[in-house]
């Protein structure tokens, strides 16, 4: 008996994928009425402004020191025509790196993070892979295997990402400490940079600490919390934070974006950092 709901034979999609013979047969791409293509096209948009920012700043290797303040996008600086040896733990591991910029040797290891990071598959699956494009939307492709063969396998490396992505952190907290100097060197100084190193900071570690991964290491393998109260408590705090991934997230990738943006302006003498004290 006919159900209304068969495709039609003018339906120029190939079958396969939602459209198999073990799915509902709906000749409809989707049943949705709203316009659910706006989040992923925002998403898609938000992710390629920042590819397109950090990648013109990471090639430009130029205007990322402006003392006392070194961008995170340099930051740690690992070859040996950093400028200067003051702007940070500096220790020539790479020598002149054959005049490549040094943002290139660290900034695999936060990026390496973030692409691998639960959230962000979430939004480039969605913005650029429509793998699906949104929640009741089929995706245009015929099989789906997931995350069990190459390329995307390697998602899997996500944990170890985040140890190094914690190592990064800890760097970038000791550069927001310098930033309490003046451009001598001398300690006492608080200016507008500062504070927006500081904002950045807070927001790095808030969206380091609440990845799945750090959840797991917390709380992760334990079969009687009651035993182990300490970590159960550091579990249920990761987990709030947890709970804010995605906006953590975007408000992290922003504040580094900023950050760095702040001192190309200071470094090509756009204008001087306003001091407090």
């Known amino acids: 008996m006919a159900t209304g709901t068969e495709p039609t034979t003018s339906d120029p999609r190939p079958p396969g994928g939602v459209r198999s013979a073990s799915r509902a047969a709906i ?3 989707h049943l949705r009425t709203d316009r659910w293509w ?3 096209a925002a998403t898609a948009a938000g992710l390629f402004a920042f590819i397109v920012y950090s990648t013109w700043r990471a090639f430009a290797n130029a205007d990322y020191y402006a003392a006392p303040y070194v961008s995170p996008f340099y930051s740690p600086c690992l070859a040996e025509n950093c400028e200067p040896m003051k702007a940070g733990p500096n220790w020539e591991i790479f020598g002149g790196w054959w005049g490549i ?10 990026l390496g993070f973030r692409l691998t990071c639960y959230y962000y598959r979430k939004a480039y699956y969605r913005g650029f892979w429509a793998s699906p494009p949104a929640c009741a939307v089929a995706e245009p492709h015929k099989k789906y295997t997931g995350e069990t063969r190459f390329p995307l396998v390697l998602q899997n490396i996500h944990r ?13 907290t000791y550069d927001t ?9 001398a300690w006492g100084h608080m200016g507008l940079g500062t504070l927006v ?15 799945h991964s750090c959840r797991h290491i917390v709380g992760g393998k334990l079969k009687h919390f009651s035993r182990h109260p ?8 990761v987990g709030r934070l947890n709970a804010r991934h995605m906006l953590l997230a975007w408000t992290s990738l922003v504040s580094v974006a900023l950050a760095d943006f702040y ?3 200071l470094a090509s003498g756009v204008f001087d950092d306003p001091r407090f004290f």
């Open 101 to 110: 910029s040094p943002a290139i040797i660290i900034l695999i290891f936060p």
């Open 38 to 40: 706006l989040a992923p």
């Open 160 to 172: 170890y990402f985040f140890y190094a992505a914690i190592l990064v952190a800890g760097i970038l």
């Open 27 to 29: 000749a409809a791409p």
């Open 197 to 211: 190193f500081l904002v950045n900071i807070v927001l790095i570690w808030a969206y380091t600490i609440s990845c």
């Open 177 to 185: 400490v310098l930033a309490f100097r003046d451009e001598n060197y």
């Open 230 to 237: 300490v970590r159960y408590r550091m579990w249920q705090w």
């Open 263 to 265: 001192v190309y302006l």
